[in-house]
């Protein structure tokens, strides 16, 4: 059975390139970071539907992430349309869907069959960019011809990278409005110099912090024991809840990580099931397994504690 390249870590990006008609460039974007699936589809549908006259207007649709993954996504949609070509050759319709790709990868696979197939309107194009850790790739389309399509296409991808900023932290390609999401609502608090290197940075509710400086920091952790001289309930949660203890994998980043198991933590408290010993490590293997091969770098250490004793702790949590 084919196991589908799981789209953990990277993004869908589907950007609408427009000139308006004093010749400045506006970008639409939406990204697979701001909704999933059937919902990310359906946006971007609708944007494409809603054509502006007398504008010049590109559509590009790419996949960007560390560059093995890119590159297998981007190879399965190519064979999708040499098989789809075949298809129609023989009076068959056309396939949207490929079982070497997840609900996300599939998602994007549907746009690039149907704007290739059922839309003659639109000439087609390639694009690839590569930002040495990561690669933007995948496709565009346009009423307009090739040369000025690819003038516009070029411009909106050049927008988009400096509007967002995307960085490869660990293995997940990170964008600058998805990053700063989760300080939206939070009050800021205090701001608290860094004696080493001479920075500040600013805090916010909950213990939030952000580097503040010249350069956009991704990094997102914590305040320190150090900073209030003595440990808070985050701090002491983090360190339950680090599998390093137990298991002699330390995943970097840590914040990263710490991010996901969150995630992992709400969604088996809001699950229906009643967890125990037993049930939670097979659970819990599986979630490591998975960031291992798709989140984060892993490096091994010395376990400290039995890993009953670990469970015993996320049990309450």
Known sequence: MTTPINSAGLIYVYIKGIVDEDGFLIIQTIDSYQYMEDAFYQKVMESMGSEEENKDIVYILAV??????TLDVHQVIEEELKEN?????????????????????????????????????????????????????????????????????????????????????????????????????????????QMDTGS???????????????????MKGTMHP???????????????????????????????????????????????????EDTLTKVYKTFLEFIQANICESVEAEPMISKQTYYRALLIH
Not at 154 to 167: M, N, Q
């Open 85 to 193: 070509f075949r298809r129609l050759l023989n009076g068959k319709s056309v396939r949207k869907f490929s079982k070497k790709l997840d609900g996300i990868g599939n998602i994007f696979n549907r746009w690039i069959q149907e704007l290739s197939y059922e839309h003659p309107e639109y000439s087609p194009g390639h694009l690839f960019e590569d930002y040495e850790d990561f690669i933007f790739l995948g496709f565009c389309y346009s009423r307009l011809l090739s040369e000025q399509r690819d003038a516009i296409v070029d411009s909106s991808v050049a927008l988009w990278i400096e509007h967002e900023k995307p960085y490869l932290y660990g293995q997940q390609l990170i964008i600058q409005s998805f990053f700063l999401r989760d300080f939206v609502g939070r009050k800021a608090v205090a701001c608290i110099p």
């Open 226 to 276: 150090s900073d209030l001289v003595g440990f808070c309930s985050s701090n002491i949660q983090t360190i339950l809840t680090n599998p390093v203890y137990a298991y002699g994998i330390a995943l970097e980043p840590n914040d990263l990580f710490e991010e996901w198991n969150k995630v992992f933590i709400y969604l088996c408290a809001c699950s229906n099931k009643i967890w125990d």
């Open 200 to 218: 500040w940075r600013m805090v916010f509710e909950g213990g939030h912090q952000l580097a503040l400086g010249n350069g956009f920091s991704y």
């Open 64 to 69: 960007a992430g560390i560059v093995e993954k």
